[in-house]
Nanobody, 124 residues
Framework: VQLQASGGGLVQAGGSLRLSCAASGRISSIDDMSWYRQFPGKERELVASISRSGLTNYADSVKGRFTISRDNAKTMMALQMNSLKPEDTAVYYC???????????????????WGRGTQVTVSS
């Protein structure tokens, strides 16, 4: 599975941005998709996740402001970010985890893939 994130940019506090993550490859093997963010000098932290069945989970810091979604074909994931704050400034990464079996039935092979980060900057 390959992931391509897009949609980052510069926005004023209180504004909105929408991040997208396009998946390609073994799309049917994807279980969960998620967004992480990384502040300078810090480890990546989970922002939001969505399961194969559509169950969502959010970090407390973004609840009520961010919405994660996935299309029915499971090829695209989005993160709608509203009421942005300067403390949301970070590099955002999309991630997919899943599993698959080989053509001969061996497995499962469990994987986790990251997309390239996209910078989100919120000015005060």
């Amino acid at each position: 599975v390959q992931l391509q994130a897009s949609g980052g940019g510069l926005v004023q506090a209180g504004g909105s941005l929408r991040l997208s993550c396009a998946a390609s490859g073994r799309i049917s093997s994807i279980d969960d998709m998620s967004w992480y963010r990384q502040f300078p000098g810090k480890e990546r932290e989970l922002v939001a996740s969505i399961s194969r069945s559509g169950l969502t989970n959010y970090a407390d810091s973004v609840k009520g402001r961010f919405t994660i979604s996935r299309d029915n074909a499971k090829t695209m994931m989005a993160l709608q970010m509203n009421s942005l704050k300067p403390e949301d400034t970070a590099v955002y990464y999309c991630r997919a985890t899943g599993h698959y079996y080989s053509d001969s039935g061996e497995g499962p092979t469990v994987y986790g893939e990251w997309g390239r980060g996209t910078q989100v900057t919120v000015s005060s």
